[in-house]
Each structure stands twice: as C-alpha cells, then as structure tokens.
C-alpha cells in the first residue's frame, strides 16, 4: 500500500516525517523530508501532499514537529509558540476541514497537558499524529466495507480528482470503494478523469489503479457526458473536502458539472469522505471558502511549457460545491447517508 506521509525517528532521536512529493508522480519517486513546521507548511501549501485526509494527517504531524523546534530560550512561552504553529499550518489551505479538525484535535493535546516538559510533550504529539493516520487507514476500510455494497457485481465506475491512498492514510475514500468492491470479488472497471488543470486523476489515480491492477481508462474532465449517454457509466464516486450540515459537498473543481450530468442521465453519484469531513457548524456550500490557485497552473504544463498565451486573464479555483441534491449518498466509516439525513444529525448522534 502506497504511504505518502511516513513518520522516522533519526539516529540522533530526532522525529522528521518524510512526505512523498507528488508534484512529481508518475516519472519520479521522491520524499521531501519535513524537519520542522515550516517545512510542514511548505509541504501543504505547494501540494507535495494532497487530499483532504492526507492534509489532516500532515497537519498532526506539522504541530508535533512545531513541538520538536521549540527553544526555550527564545523568550517566548511554549503555548505561545505552539498557537504560532497553528496559525501557520491553518493559513495553507482553506477549503478541505480536515486540516483545521486535526490542527485542533492535536491543541486539545498540548493544552490538555499543560506543565509537561516539551520534550514529553513532543513525544506525545508524534504518537498522537500517528494515531491519526491509522484511524484514517482503519476508517478507509470501513468506508469501502459500507461503500462496495451500493455496486452491483459487475460495474463500470467514473471517479474524479484523486481520493486514494495517495490522498489519505493509506487505502482511499473512493478508490477504497472501488478497492473493496474488487476485494469482494465484483468486476470493476474505471474511467478516470484526467482532472485538469493538476491531472491528478491522469498522474495519481491512474498511477494506483495500474499499480493495482484493476483495468482503468483515462478520459479528459469533457468525455463524461458522452460515456453517460452510451451507458457505460454505472456509477461515479469521488472523495470531498468538506461537506456542510446540509449535505452541500466541496470537493475538485469539475466535480459539479460530472454531478449534474449523473443526475441527467439517472446514473447514481456517490460520495465517500471520512465523517470528520462533514462540518456541522457550516449550514451550506455557499459558506465554505473556496482556494483560488497560481494562474500558472493553468497557462502551463509542467514548470516551463506555457500553453497559453501571454497576458490572458485566468480564474483557477480548486474546487467547487455540489449541493446536496444532486448526490446520492455519503459514504462514511460510520454507514451510508442521503445529504438530507445529515440535518438531522450532529457530531454525536452516531
């Protein structure tokens, strides 16, 4: 199973968490070896890791390698460095909550624990991280465990963006939905969106998939509608964001457009995100703020080939928001829901 946050304690006893660097997958293999919160930060905000629950699990591990750097000669207090820390990690991406409920669950530790030396303190926030992302991993297979019974036996399945292991703790929200099915014995067959302008479906989600040997065919993000009204389409399923007390989902730009279509063409949309991506203090999509991106990522291909011209005016937002009516169902760790069922719940009815 791929593992794209991975935590290491050095000869010296010192704690890095090593991020595999997916800016450049599928030619290359590279780690960027995080020794410290800004490097954590850097590692965020310029998406050598992505995807919502990865972002949560590196945030964890960024707040105890805050812990790690803090000098108590510097004259400022450990809370005080530590709030610094947060706020740092917090600014890198705003859209996917995963990343402010583990920045939080990791506070709720160091302050919980206040006059612990920082030492101790920093031991206690690297277990805590690591019990984040096994949670995530154990949560995946629970989620594809729920999510695989809504697939029929044979299935032809359209995914978006990336929400794999590469996205995650390991094993993946939507493909761990397809990744259960094909465990359950189902014939599972994909066709992954290109997903412009990152291509993480072309560089990520198909990089798994082949690895994994389950057959997948890569499509541009405007071949969808075509393959819907051929049939060959049972179901689409992608990952989320963030998705609000009402059932409204943020999730990759596009993610709409594919939602509207499967509605069109009476084909079921799936969701599968952990249920800590549900934010039940936000009441709609129309307040979840949405990232906007570098132009370059849209004018160029790669770092140096531009494809459009100079002096365009681009608009680039990472994301955009499905409301609850065009989906079919949530899929998490804790069961199947319909977007509407969500105003009836809370934190912790279940």
């Not at 629950?53 to 400022?76: E, H, K, M, N, Y």
């Not at 990791?106 to 030396?117: E, H, N, S, V």
């Not at 259960?180 to 599972?188: E, L, Q, R, T, Y």
């Not at 969808?224 to 009204?229: I, N, Q, V, Y």
Request: hydrophobic share 45%; net charge negative; with cysteine.
């Amino acid at each position: 199973m791929i593992d794209a946050v991975r935590w290491v304690r050095t000869p010296e006893n010192q704690h890095e968490v090593h991020v595999l660097d997916q800016r450049l997958l599928p030619l290359r293999t590279e780690f960027m070896v995080c020794r410290n919160a800004d490097d954590m930060a850097v590692a965020i905000r310029d998406m050598v890791v992505r995807g919502a629950p990865a972002i949560g699990i590196s945030a964890a591990f960024g707040v105890a390698l805050g812990s790690q750097s803090f000098d108590s000669a510097s004259g400022i207090s450990y809370r005080k460095h530590m709030e610094e820390v947060s706020r740092l990690l917090g600014s890198t991406r705003p859209t996917a909550v995963n990343l402010f409920w583990a920045i939080e669950r990791m506070r709720f530790l160091w302050k919980d624990q206040a006059g612990t030396d920082s030492s101790s303190m920093t031991e206690s926030l690297f277990r805590e991280a690591q019990i984040i992302k096994d949670e995530d991993i154990r949560m995946n297979r629970k989620m594809g465990e729920h999510g695989q019974a809504l697939l029929p036996q044979s299935a032809t399945v359209l995914t978006h963006c990336n929400a794999g292991a590469l996205a995650t703790g390991g094993f993946g929200t939507a493909l761990g939905v397809i990744r259960a099915a094909v465990n359950a014995g189902k014939s599972i067959r994909v066709f992954a969106d290109e997903t412009r302008p990152y291509l993480q479906g072309a560089r990520l989600t198909a990089y798994e998939l082949v690895e994994d040997g389950i057959p997948t065919t890569l499509i541009t993000d405007g071949m969808g509608a075509s393959l819907m009204a051929k049939k060959k389409i049972d179901a689409v399923i992608v990952g989320a964001d963030r998705v609000t007390a009402n059932g409204d989902v943020a999730n990759k730009i596009g993610t709409y457009a594919l939602a509207v279509l499967a509605r069109a063409h009476g084909i079921p949309f799936y969701v599968a995100a952990p249920f800590s991506t549900i934010d039940f203090s936000m009441a709609s999509g129309s307040s979840i703020p949405i990232e906007e991106r570098s132009s370059r990522e849209i004018t160029h291909i790669g770092p140096d080939v531009r494809i459009a011209p100079e002096g365009v005016s681009v608009y680039n937002p990472a994301f955009d928001v499905t409301p609850g009516e065009f989906i079919t169902a949530i899929i998490t760790e804790k069961g199947v829901f319909r977007p509407e069922e969500l105003r009836q719940m809370s934190p912790q009815s279940i």
